[in-house]
């Protein structure tokens, strides 16, 4: 049986084809994301960390490939990287916590309708 993954390779290929079929919008991105991960009043490596943790969050396998390894190149050690995908799973965990408010909030004011 064949296996096929979910998420296809990120290849020198697709990238090509990517900037063939919109060049303006995909060189404004690399040009953004060039001035994003750019020293400046926080540390690339640290941003690197930060997009580490969004990655977990946002649950791109590229993002989460990509990063970590800049992460890595940019001098981080597997210790903090690891600590910050600590720090998006409690802050995921954290938004259904701190959203449970609504939750409570909607119990506290609902009214229970009548049985019939």
Known sequence: MEHHPVYPQ????????????APGPQQAFAAFSAAVF??????????????V????????PY?????????IRH????QQ?????????EMRAGGAYAHSALALDAMQHAHPTPAT
């Open 10 to 21: 990120a290849t020198p290929e697709i990238a090509r084809r990517r900037a063939e079929l």
């Open 38 to 51: 750019a020293e400046g009043a926080l540390p690339t490596v640290t941003k690197q960390l930060i997009a």
């Open 53 to 60: 943790a969004v990655a977990h969050v946002t649950q791109c």
């Open 63 to 71: 993002c989460i490939k990509g990063h970590t390894r800049a992460a």
């Open 75 to 78: 001098g981080a050690t597997a």
């Open 81 to 89: 990287v690891m600590e910050a995908i600590w720090v998006a799973a």
